[in-house]
């Protein structure tokens, strides 16, 4: 540090604390409200210290749903936004490893031109194509499945793009070495490159999950059946009951069981998650 | 940049591209190419029919009254939520480039809510402002302030910015703290010896150093408010009250599915396809892609 003044890390503290209030904020009036019964939540003056009805209010969301219009239970939903999401972050990886490959250790006519059909991608967000998307999918009758939910999400560059320019780092030499050995393409791909790959792999795959995971319009689009909801769109639905007693109690646990997944991710793997970050923006 | 050493090989390398090239043609061109196409269609509400009519799409369009305000809407709640969140994470960030003992502590603290659902924080906000529920409605009212986000469209707009601010601030903070930390301490040191304290340091040095990550995060920022934010809306707002807070996607899935206007949210989708794409242009020409971490 250039200089140090006291009163200057008293300040940094002060604004970093008021930030972190600013941050947690939020997540702790739904904490709160997700241990208290509706009629504490709905009269507008909630105490702000816990609840008695914590394991209430938690067992009836993941197990039974929030009751009236008979809602799938959270847990389903968790279920399914689970698969979603690591089907997303899987599928790109796998793809994009695949073509990164070819792309930088092959040479084959039209290789730029592929290079570029996947780098137009990049562009366009699935948000901008949504209902020509949607056609497609019902087309080929993905509507309300698995694959509908994840294929449209991993057609992007972001992945390919990350891997190939992982593999212009690795020496020449290596190639070199591992011809002499005797190995071909697909030997030298799980000899080498894939063990050298494993942390921008995993890199992307924290950046991955938490993007399927998150996903709003497309599941809400797709999913017409209860049981193929992921639980964000899910929390949505529970608050646009036809009568006004929006079951907010429990809303608000499910929020909190959405955040759960992801923000743990990124907690615990805080390393690869800013790894991943900073590199699929380059 | 080409590697020296490769394999020769003929089928090898089409079949590793096939999955990808695949997906991206099924999913991502054809129906790209169909928003393209569909946007020049009149097309009956059942897709029966559907009829080459031109520009008509694209003329309605820009007769409408509506679709100006969603530009206007969308362009005032970019300006927004870019400038709070870039100034707010700014200013935390360089506080937690100060070598303060609890900075990893911070610094996680801040950059958890990027994992956040967008729909799940515009959950949260909505319910610490609900006019009849809220944690904050009753304070607010006890001061005089008739908060309504259901009614007044400002208020809406208010709610749905500060949501989407909320979770931005730590995409922002990560990347301004990265920046910081890139930059050499020799230079700061320099400037002190020169005499300069640190407010003047950090506007004649750091500030114009910090340039590039502040740019690109400009360019990032102004794309997130486009596309991520729908999920804020939708779950706050639904668009309302009365439009005030459709934006120019919103307005895309609005029309297409409540309306059933398939090719009036075509023209639209093409139209926010050209404005990314510039976006993006603008981002590859411009920006100097150096941020390190």
Known sequence: MVEHRRWNDILAYAILTFGVF?????????????????????????????????????????????SRASREPVGHMLMNSFVMAMGIALGKIVISILSAYAVVYFRFPFRQTAFWIIFVTLMLPVEVRIYPTYKVIADLKMLDTYAGLILPLIASATGTLLFRQFFMTIPDELLEASRIDGAGPFRFFKDTLLPLSVTTMAALFVIQFIYGWNQYLWPLLITTQESMQTIVTGIKKMLTTTD??????????????????????????????????????? | MEKSAVFKGKLLPYLLLVPQLVITLVFFYWPASQAVWQSFLREDAFGLNSEFIGLENYQALLAQPEYYKAMATTVVFSSLVAALSLSIALLFATQADKNLKAAPTFKVMMIWPYAVAPAVAGVLWLFIFHPSLGTMARPLRMM?????????????????VMAAVWKQIAYNFLFFLAGLQAIPRSVLEAGAIDGAGPYRRFWTITFPLLSPTTFFLLVVNVVYVFFDTFGIIDAVTGGGPAGATTTMVYKVYADGRLGGDLGGSAAQSVILMVIVIALTAIQFRYVERKVQY
């Open chain 2, 144 to 160: 005089g302030f008739n908060w309504n986000p259901m009614l007044n469209g400002n208020h809406a707009m208010a709610l749905v």
């Open chain 1, 22 to 66: 600013i941050v947690v904020f939020p997540v702790y009036v739904a904490l709160i409200a997700s241990t208290h019964d509706a009629a504490t939540v709905v009269n507008g003056n909630m105490p702000m210290l816990p609840g008695s009805h914590t394991l209430e209010n938690y067992y009836r969301a993941i197990f039974i749903g929030g």
């Open chain 1, 244 to 282: 006004e007693l929006a079951e907010w109690q429990l809303a608000m646990a499910t929020a909190i069981l959405a955040m759960v997944p992801p923000v743990a991710v990124v907690v615990f793997m805080q390393r690869l998650f800013v790894r991943g970050l900073v590199e699929t923006e380059k």
